[in-house]
T-cell receptor
Framework: GENVEQHPSTLSVQEGDSAVIKCTYS??????FPWYKQELGKRPQLIID?????GEKKDQRIAVTLNKTAKHFSLHITETQPEDSAVYFC?????????????FGTGTRLTIIP | GAVVSQHPSRVICKSGTSVKIECRSL??????MFWYRQFPKQSLMLMAT?????????EQGVEKDKFLINHASLTLSTLTVTSAHPEDSSFYIC????????????FGNGTRLTVT
């Protein structure tokens, strides 16, 4: 089955700086890669996703890049703000018409230092 | 947008009792729902895939007789933790998809189960 590794496990950056979180996956058939933000005790919130037919996607301060050959994808947050502090999870799956069976990475606790 | 409602949000039960958690898709039909378990400071681990009108598919290592899943309608899936033990204490989250390509999964708010 799919295995997703995520690094780093913790990350602290100064407010205004950029943060980068990286994930690798094992199943070359995976073609859907979402990123979730989770605050303590709450549901994961989708912040951005990418499908394997594109290499990069951007939404304001958040961007995701995908390297299918190397089987890794990364989340980039620019101009970080205190409200970006949370745990971030990457995930991978084979797209199934909105019924994706996600395999999650181990999570990154991001702390933004004011 | 699509909403998934999960109840209860918190439950405390005594060891040996059973607890039922409900996951409802409020404004869409979900032929498939997923149940995840998340221990403190850990990732979400898929427990099972719930299929409407058929048996659930369990992930390796998940006891199907302990974690009973019923998906009797297109809008409701239930997870029953039977004969709960303290080690079952965890955060349980369901998710559901609309079945439309390009649409993301929608997560419930989760259920914090504490077994005393």
């Amino acid at each position: 089955g799919e295995n997703v590794e995520q690094h780093p496990s913790t990350l602290s950056v100064q407010e205004g700086d950029s943060a980068v979180i990286k994930c690798t996956y094992s199943d070359s058939a995976s073609n859907y890669f979402p990123w979730y933000k989770q605050e303590l005790g709450k549901r994961p919130q989708l912040i951005i996703d990418i499908r394997s037919n594109v290499g990069e996607k951007k939404d304001q301060r958040i961007a995701v890049t995908l390297n299918k050959t190397a089987k890794h994808f990364s989340l980039h947050i620019t101009e970080t703000q205190p409200e970006d502090s949370a745990v971030y999870f990457c995930a991978a799956s084979i797209s199934n018409f909105g019924n994706e069976k996600l395999t999650f990475g181990t999570g990154t606790r991001l702390t933004i230092i004011p | 947008g699509a909403v998934v409602s999960q109840h209860p949000s918190r439950v405390i039960c005594k060891s040996g009792t059973s607890v039922k958690i409900e996951c409802r898709s409020l404004d869409f039909q979900a032929t498939t729902m997923f149940w995840y378990r998340q221990f403190p400071k850990q990732s979400l681990m898929l427990m099972a895939t719930s299929n409407e009108g058929s048996k659930a598919t369990y992930e390796q290592g998940v006891e199907k007789d302990k974690f009973l899943i019923n998906h009797a309608s297109l809008t409701l899936s239930t997870l029953t933790v039977t004969s709960a033990h303290p080690e079952d204490s965890s955060f349980y989250i369901c998710s559901a998809g609309t079945g439309k390509g390009g649409s993301p999964l929608h997560f419930g708010n989760g259920t914090r189960l504490t077994v005393t």
